[in-house]
């Protein structure tokens, strides 16, 4: 059977990383049990180093822990050019790459905490292709479909 492959955007992995309790944690340790991919983009790491050393330093190590105990795929960011080409998809254009890495990926789901320019559009979706929603969304659509 095959398993399902969730991308995370960055502030699902930071909130994985400061928090022990949630969906997000459950996705992480999901991850770690090998029941569920997991794939990021050279991007979302470098948003969640940068995130977490300005907010809570001291996580660093944690979030770096996680990375790796979680067994997360980490695909290559889409060129400028690929950005440039489909800045329609969403509406903020710091948010292509991130959405364009998660359908190259070919993912079953994008799980976001993003309400504003992800889940709060439903045209996202419709343009992409893609599940979208918050971890909770992403663990109750897991129930679902395996």
Known sequence: MKK????LDSSVLIAGVLSETGATHVLLMLGESEDL??????MVIIESERAIALKS???IPVLRNAIVA???TIV????AREVEANLYLINDPNDV???LAAMRSKVDYLATHNRKHFLDD??????????IGTPGDALA?????I
Do not use: A, M, Y
């Open 4 to 7: 399902c492959n969730i991308f």
């Open 122 to 131: 439903p045209k996202v979706t419709e343009r992409s292709g893609l599940q």
């Open 141 to 145: 659509w897991l129930r679902e479909n």
């Open 57 to 59: 330093p001291r996580n």
């Open 97 to 99: 790459p991130i959405l």
């Open 76 to 79: 290559r960011d889409p060129s």
């Open 70 to 72: 979680s067994n997360l």
């Open 37 to 42: 991919l997991l794939t990021v983009s050279e």
